[in-house]
């Protein structure tokens, strides 16, 4: 059965097409996204990808192409890294890293927008049971009032109820 099949795919196939046997190469596909930017490690998973992670510090990719002021200072870099300049020094990091660790731990102001969401939330479910408390809900039974409650204890003592456990109970 699978040899049927198998002969039936065969015959249906159509004649590849002429870029099947290009001998032009194209870039692989992650080559493509991240351009011309250098690879240096392994990264989180083994992506070639840019992430500014506490957890994996060292991307896989540069932050930034290798432009033609850059490669200047990185050919500087292979000398001596005292005849650096501090600025120079500050690129380079800049080329490899889009923040430091103190710019990835620094607050970044979300918790304000998330307690707005909070408050406003509890607010809307206040006004929701106010809104249902007060129009779809019948009034509460005239039985509810203090009067109606006492008067409703005193008759409770005078016809002894629950004598053994409850309030008429006698030590």
Not at 54 to 64: G, Y
Not at 76 to 98: P, V
Not at 100 to 119: C, L, Q
Request: glycine share 6%; charged share 25%; proline share 6%.
């Amino acid at each position: 059965m699978a040899g049927r099949y198998l002969v039936t795919a065969l015959r249906s196939r159509r004649p590849a097409g002429v870029r099947l046997y290009s001998t032009h190469e194209d870039l692989p596909p992650v080559r493509s996204k991240i351009g011309k930017r250098e690879v240096v490690g392994y990264g989180l998973n083994g992506e070639e990808a840019y992430l500014d992670l506490e957890e994996c510090p060292m991307p896989a990719i540069r932050f930034k192409e290798i432009t033609p002021d850059l490669q200047l200072i990185k050919d500087k870099e292979k000398a001596d890294w005292k005849k650096l300049t501090i600025q120079e020094k500050k690129e380079l990091y800049r080329a490899s890293f889009c923040q430091t660790f103190a710019e990835m731990d620094a607050p970044n102001g979300e918790w304000k927008s998330i307690t707005a969401g909070v408050t406003v939330g509890i607010g809307l479910a206040l006004l929701l049971f106010t809104a249902v408390k007060t129009w779809v809900y019948p009034p509460l039974p005239v039985t509810f009032d203090q009067e109606h409650q006492t008067a409703q204890f005193e008759r409770m003592r005078q016809l002894d109820v629950n004598p053994i456990h409850g309030m008429n109970r006698r030590n």
